[in-house]
Each structure stands twice: as C-alpha cells, then as structure tokens.
C-alpha cells in the first residue's frame, strides 16, 4: 500500500488560522507582534523565502518589515541595524535571511541578535537551551518536523530515527528534539559509510543533505516515516527535495512532498516563535 502523505500545506494553513486569532487577542490588549527579516544581497531564493515570510506574517496579523542591504554592504552596518531593532519595542522578532554575501560572519551577526528576538533559534544561547532541555526559541525547520510527526500520528518512542544531515539549523536541532522524544537517533553525513545501511535501518527517515534523489526506495524501511527537508532547483527550474518521492512513497508508511511538506512548516513555525516571543515581552 502506498504511503500516507503528510500535507504540510494544510497542516501550515490551519497553525496560521490558529495563529491569527492569538494575534488578534494580543492586538486587542495593545500589543501587535511584529517580525523584521535583514536581507542581505541579491541571492533570488533568499528574497522568495522572505516574501513568503511577509505573507504569512500579512495572513497572521502579525507585523513585518524588510531591512535590505546591497550586496556589498559592511558588517558594521548590518551590526548597527541588529542593535536598532534589538532595542526596538515595536519589533518582537528578528531573522537574518542566510546565506549571506561572502565578506559577512554569519555567525557574529547572529551572535549580535538578543536571544528573546531571535525567531530563528540560531542564536548560540538559544540552541545551547536546546541542548539542555530548557525552554527557548527552537529553530522553525526542526521544529515544523515535530509537528508534522505529531499531527501524522508517528510514534517516536523507542523508534530508530535516522537524520541525513547535521547542519546547526536542520539536522543537530532536530536531533535533539527527537532524541527529547525518547526516539534513538544517529545523525548521516557526507562521510557516513554505506549510508543505505543506516537509512535502511531507520523507522523516521529524515533527509535534509540539499541532495535531490538521494534517497532512493532501497534505502528505505517498509512502513518507515520519510520526511523530506531538501529544497533542490533542479536544471529545468522545478523544486525537488532529496528524496526519490514516487519510489519511496511505494515503500514508506508515511512520506512528505516537496514542495507542500516541511516548507510551508518552517515558515508557520516562525510566525508561532514571533508571537511567542510577543507574549513573553508582556509576561
Ligand atoms: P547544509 O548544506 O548546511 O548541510 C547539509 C548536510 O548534508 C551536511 O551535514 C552534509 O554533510 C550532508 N550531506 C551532503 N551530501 C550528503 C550525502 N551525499 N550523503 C550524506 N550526507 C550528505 O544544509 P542545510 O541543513 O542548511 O539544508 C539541507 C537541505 O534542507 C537543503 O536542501 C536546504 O535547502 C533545505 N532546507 C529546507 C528548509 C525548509 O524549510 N524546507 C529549511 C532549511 C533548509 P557534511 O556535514 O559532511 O558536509
């Protein structure tokens, strides 16, 4: 039988209807949560990534602004824009759109953000918190993958989970999310030896290595959960993720689609940590 798709889609659009109506209640006692994403550079995909979180922060209720930078731009005046909007009472959350342009240290800049506005959870403080099992902001990709685990119903506890990846914005989090879960995880990586062997073995198989079709149907368990993290441009200019979805969906249990799964997540996941982060500036 084929797989169950997870339809991150409809899971997405009906977090953002919840969403609206916190926001709304949160309007009426004074406070509108607000988001400012820094765009750096002309990179095409960055700016449909923070057009989309623009929308979904226009769909919420929620305020957005874009701060843009030329491609040149100084760190120094990227750093001065962090601090204005760190002090900024208006302003609850503050993303920067990675990648940056090659003479930027993400990893200063995103050092520079206050923890309590750092809506993506990259902050050093925020993904130590994660570490620990205390509470903090939890990047939005991970985080969107529980909850589309949750929602289909997949048992975590005791199970296998396999992540391809081990980026500090994908693969590491959600690591520590499941292993939160009671799952066992082993992280994959470029270096992993005979991968189909340790994929093979999974009962929640995650790719997130930025490689289309990497997992094919032989990697792949009967009955496992498959959740797919690539986004891949392909040559013909078609978005494909990094699992060989018409094969593997023969052989998984449950599968999500690229784009319509984890995609439109993460971005919900962002507007849950701007509002969080709203509330918490009133608690
Ligand atoms: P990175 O490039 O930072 O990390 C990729 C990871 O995959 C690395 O750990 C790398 O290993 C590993 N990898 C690469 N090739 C292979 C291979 N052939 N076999 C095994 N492991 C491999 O990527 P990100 O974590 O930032 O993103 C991963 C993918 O997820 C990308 O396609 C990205 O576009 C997508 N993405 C999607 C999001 C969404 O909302 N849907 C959000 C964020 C990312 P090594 O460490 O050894 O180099």
Known sequence: MPAT?????SLAASLRATLKRTVDALAARGVRPGLAAILAGDDPASRVYVRNKARACAETGVHSEVHEFAQEVCENALLERIARLNA???VHGILVQLPLPRQLDAG???AALAPAKDVDGFHAAN????LQGRPGVVPGTPAGVMRLLEHAGVPLAGRHAVIVGRSNIVGKPLALLLLQKDATVTICHSKTADLACVTRQADILVAAAGRPKLIGAAMVKAGACVIDVGVNRLADGKIAGDVD????KEVAGWITPVPGGVGPMTVAMLIVNTVRAAELSIA
């Open 245 to 248: 979805f018409n094969a593997v």
């Open 88 to 90: 900024d009472r208006a």
């Open 127 to 130: 993904l130590g918190l994660l």
């Open 5 to 9: 798709v997870i339809d991150g889609k």
């Open 108 to 110: 200063r800049l995103l």
